[in-house]
């Protein structure tokens, strides 16, 4: 046991060293990845990488206002840090100083010779006669020896305690590390289940569209074959009655010539019948109306609750030794299956209520017991997708005079109950359970699915999310659920490509883009292939715009800001879809609707479904509401980060119930106003860089947020909120 001292010292100070600078913490602080380190360490790693990314996990981490200060302070390895160092100082001081002799405490110039077996304290012969007078003494050395055994014995038991605390720390470790291979194992199965299901629903698309243009060559070719037949009748035909026509005008002998010839293929075909319309049979695609494929659901296997015992377990005079090693934790964690059951229709529910805490806990125990670091595994593959659709019958039905319309395209696939408007049951509600409330993705980058500034965002009736990726020119589609689609790079005319700014969709499904480049400003419609429709001029103001569509006017609003930093003046310019700016019949309206109400810096604008127009001011910091002929009804927000304040609002954006969302950038959250102003609640407060913000019909809210500074490029939906 000589060496315990040291290695449980050594133990101690592993655990409370910074991995930065291999020395005893100083002012830790503490990541939200429960990783420590020196508050100093971390401002120098800060100034030097950004974003900021944890030393141990590699995990991102954003600073607070305060910036590494203002992280949380690690008081118990503050604590513990501050005793090892006054431990060696006391230590080093005790090895210099001298033996000075025993003197008594309450009797300086009397030496202490005596021990006092009642009291069990060392004491002099003043205090025998004192406080002392009449207790059971001994002589020093015989009571050291007496109590010697027993105070070893209290030593020995508390270092094997000390050592059961370290076995427990280690472990842990050993733990953490093993959560982390785990956690990647799980990532890579629900990555590989989605790429699978992606497959599956490729080659699914692949054969249905394989199966339509055979159906579509077959009836074309049953149309050409018909036209081949009736045109040779008709070129016979011609002929004949051509030449008659022509033997007709050069004279009489000539045109009876040509009479028995004619009268014969005349005759040939007044007898015959007329062609009958070909008989065909489009294909009409039907799409399932099954639920969205569920890729798994991570799940936690429960533990069995230990009982808490009434009171701890007296300490005996002489405890039992403790062993030196706790129980060992399992370092390898249970290998989750290659191939798992598949994905059930509908998943178990997910209780609505935790179980309750207790409110008195059970004591620690002197060795704490291993912590299990197997979760339950991830199936990786989801439900098979039948390979074969519906047969087409083989004998066609006749055409009807109006045959119905073949849908262009198969209703969208919700992306998740909530947004259908009622109640389900069974399959439908688990799953509604279990639907993420926030999805987001990007991250900055020229790839698919990237973004180089994102801004201005619209979803159509489809569910299809239209994002302005401005760095990148272009417009990126994807789906409610944040799957790439496809993209289209925002051209002007030829191969000159603009910065898009802001984007809506027209009562036709087109989109109108606004945006510009070094030295002129455009406004583009594309339809939703990414062709250009028409384009047409705006003034070069050099600051941002957004667009909205008025479709029950089929009008097209764009903001519009000039003037000098500190000198702006806003508005919002009216035109019609050819790009000719709009009057009024009494001429009232100019280029502009809300310059004489004070709007400094208008920025994104959308319509409720009043026609009210809605202008975010961005100098302001406030919201412009007016009617749909310009004129003003009222404001709403000031500076500020108090409830109903705002700060630099940018996008903005109504729900199906008339509130009001808006992004307020500077505060980094997302507000909902009634349609009078009045504030209502905040959706979200955790989002640095928002820009724009749309609503879809299925009652998703989409946002963008760009902020280069702490490489944020994303695109968020949130589905409840």
């Known amino acids: ?110 030496e202490v010779k005596l021990y006092c077996k009642q009291c069990n304290v060392p004491v002099c012969t003043e205090c025998c ?63 590989q289940a989605y790429n699978q299901m992606v497959q599956k629903l490729t080659q699914r698309k692949d054969l249905l569209l394989s199966e339509s243009q055979q159906n579509h060559s077959k009836n074309v070719e049953k149309m050409q074959t018909e036209r081949d037949r009736v045109l040779a009748d008709v070129n016979e035909l011609f002929a004949a009655c051509d030449r008659a026509e022509q033997e007709l005008q050069q004279g009489w002998v000539e045109f009876l010539s040509q009479e ?12 015959k019948a007329a062609p009958t319309p070909v008989q065909t049979q489009p294909a009409v695609f039907q799409p399932t109306d099954t639920p969205v494929p569920v890729l798994g659901h991570v799940t936690v296997q429960s533990l069995p609750s230990a009982p808490i015992p009434a009171a701890p377990a007296p300490i005996p005079a002489a405890p039992a030794p403790i062993p030196a090693a706790p129980a060992p934790i399992p370092a390898a964690p249970a290998p989750i299956p290659a191939a798992p059951a598949p994905i059930p229709a509908a998943p178990a529910p997910i209780p609505a209520a935790p179980a309750p805490i207790p409110a008195a806990p059970a004591p620690i125990p002197a060795a704490p017991a291993p912590i299990p670091a197997a979760p339950a595994p991830i199936p990786a593959a989801p439900a098979p997708i039948p390979a074969a659709p519906a047969p087409i019958p083989a004998a066609p039905a006749p055409i009807p005079a109006a045959p119905a319309p073949i849908p262009a395209a198969p209703a969208p696939i919700p992306a998740g109950p909530a947004a259908r408007g009622k109640s389900h049951h069974h399959g439908d509600h688990r799953e509604e359970e279990h639907q993420s409330p926030r999805v987001t993705f990007g991250g900055e980058g020229s790839e698919t699915g990237q973004f180089d500034w994102p801004r201005g965002v619209a979803v159509s009736e489809e569910g299809e999310i239209f994002v302005a990726d401005r760095g990148n020119q272009r417009i990126q589609v994807f789906t409610l659920q944040g799957t790439f689609v496809r993209q289209f790079p925002t051209v002007v005319s030829g191969e000159e490509e603009m910065y898009p700014q802001d984007v809506a969709l027209d009562g036709e499904g087109n989109l109108l883009v606004v945006g510009g480049t070094s030295s002129a400003d455009f406004a583009v419609q594309y339809n939703k292939q990414g062709r250009a429709l028409r384009k047409f001029d705006l003034q070069e ?53 809300l310059r004489r ?11 409720d479904g009043g026609g009210n127009i809605l202008v975010s001011d961005c100098d302001n910091h406030c919201v412009h509401v007016c009617n749909e002929d310009g004129q003003f009804l009222f404001q709403f927000g000031s500076e500020g980060s108090g409830e109903g304040q705002l700060n630099y609002p940018r996008g903005i954006c109504t729900d199906r119930a008339g509130n009001i969302i808006v992004a307020d950038s500077g505060n980094s959250r997302v507000e909902m106003f009634d349609k009078t102003g009045k504030f209502l609640k905040h959706i979200a407060t955790d989002m640095a860089g928002l820009q724009a913000v749309a609503m879809a ?14 490489d944020i490029h994303t695109v968020s939906i949130f589905n409840n909120y």
């Not at 020395?23 to 503490?30: D, G, I, S």
């Not at 015989?142 to 427990?168: D, M, P």
């Not at 006017?553 to 003037?563: A, K, P, Y």
Request: glycine share 8%; hydrophobic share 30%; charged share 20%.
């Open 260 to 271: 028995t010839a004619l009268t014969e293929v005349v005759e040939k075909y007044r007898g």
């Open 541 to 593: 103001t050099g600051w941002y715009r957004g667009v909205a569509v008025d479709t029950r006017r089929n009008h097209i609003l764009i903001t519009q800001t000039t003037g000098d930093l500190g000198n702006t003046q806003g508005e919002v310019l009216v035109y019609s879809p050819d790009g000719t700016l709009v009057r009024t019949v009494e001429g009232k309206w100019t280029n502009l609707l």
């Open 697 to 710: 019909t299925q009652g998703q809210l989409v946002m963008t947020c760009a902020d280069p500074g702490n």
């Open 1 to 110: 046991m000589a060496a315990a001292p040291l290695s449980l010292g050594t133990q101690f100070r592993e655990e409370l060293t910074c991995s930065i600078c291999l020395e005893l913490f100083t002012r830790p602080k503490v990541l939200p990845c429960q990783h420590t380190f020196c508050q100093d360490c971390l401002q120098d790693l800060a100034s030097r990488r950004v974003p900021l990314q944890c030393p141990n996990c590699r995990r991102q981490v954003r600073l607070p206002p305060q910036g590494v200060a203002g992280l949380q302070d690690n008081l118990m390895a503050a604590n513990m840090c501050e005793r090892l160092q006054n431990q060696a100082t006391l230590s080093g001081e005790t090895k210099e100083q001298p033996q000075s002799g025993n003197r008594c405490n309450f009797h300086p110039s009397e």
């Open 129 to 191: 006669e004192e406080a002392h007078d009449g207790h059971p003494t001994t002589g020093l050395k015989k009571a050291a020896q007496e109590k010697r055994s027993t105070v070893q014995a209290l030593i020995n038991e508390g270092r094997n305690i000390l050592e059961s605390y370290c076995g427990f720390i280690r472990g842990l470790r050993e733990q953490e590390k093993s959560l982390t291979e785990q956690k990647q194992q799980r990532d890579n199965s629900i990555t």
């Open 597 to 607: 109400r004070g709007v400094k810096r208008a920025h994104y604008i959308t319509l």
